[in-house]
């Protein structure tokens, strides 16, 4: 039987992330054998690459390995910044892990992790969250399709300047032709325990702090999402949704 997954407290594992070798292997583990992960082939890369074109928004080496698991149509993606070509981390500084969901080739969600001390605990623990929101994909209470990822943006003036954040919720995808008194929607944290309810709330109070402080002293915040440069798809035909 699989152990059980507990959200972790930052430094309860009493490893601090280690540029090794070993320590990849460490965290292939914990994905594989705790989460039910499998790790993403050579050939799935070459393929998507290869039909939707993509183009690198900086010189890149290797290939960088990434786990996933699939269920109710959606998929999360671990991508771990692991170069597979030359069996090493990626340089400091040059590249963050990334916890995601998507449907088909569409971006929904994303979680992205800076290597820290502690990283490894984030990145597992996101992965395990992920993994139960798809699990838990809820259907709509009217007219019973699957509920989609829908993103908000919020408004923020800071010095004259407009900065934005984002939340994420499910959605009924129907026309409101369907739906005359409204679609549906439910809270992003539908189908998560106690435990991992309380995880993820303590980091968003913890960015509410951090933007509060930033838009007393008159400095901006999430800048990150506009200023991310992104990987272009030149064949858009191919793109699956």
Excluded at 164 to 176: D, E, F, M, R
Excluded at 190 to 195: A, I, R
Excluded at 199 to 228: D, H, I, W
Aim: charged fraction near 35%.
């Amino acid at each position: 039987m699989k152990a059980k997954w507990k959200p972790w407290k930052p430094g309860s594992s009493k490893r601090e992330f280690s540029w090794t070798v070993e320590f990849y292997y460490f965290i292939k583990e914990q994905l594989i054998s705790l989460l039910g992960f499998r790790e993403k082939t050579i050939r799935e890369f070459i393929n998507e690459y290869e039909r939707l074109g993509y183009k690198a928004p900086r010189p890149i080496k290797g290939r960088e390995k990434a786990f996933v698991f699939t269920a109710n149509g959606l998929t999360v993606i671990v991508y771990t910044t692991f170069d597979e070509k030359n069996w090493c981390w990626r340089e400091k500084g040059t590249d963050q892990m990334w916890v995601i969901i998507v449907k088909g080739d569409l971006l929904k969600f994303s979680n992205p992790i800076k290597r820290t001390k502690y990283c490894h605990e984030y990145l597992i623990d996101y992965a395990a969250i992920n993994k139960k929101r798809i699990l838990n994909r809820p259907l709509c209470p009217k007219c019973h399709d699957d509920m989609e990822i829908k993103i908000r943006s919020h408004r923020h003036e800071v010095n004259g300047k407009i900065c934005k954040t984002y939340s994420y919720y499910w959605g009924c995808p129907n026309k409101k032709n369907r739906h005359p008194n409204g679609r549906f929607s439910k809270s992003w944290d539908y189908g998560l325990s106690d435990k991992a309810k309380n995880f993820v709330r303590t980091k968003r109070k913890s960015r509410e702090r951090y933007r509060r402080k930033q838009k007393m002293e008159g400095k901006p915040f999430g800048r990150a999402r506009e200023r991310r440069k992104l990987w272009k798809i030149t064949r858009p035909e191919n793109i699956k949704k």
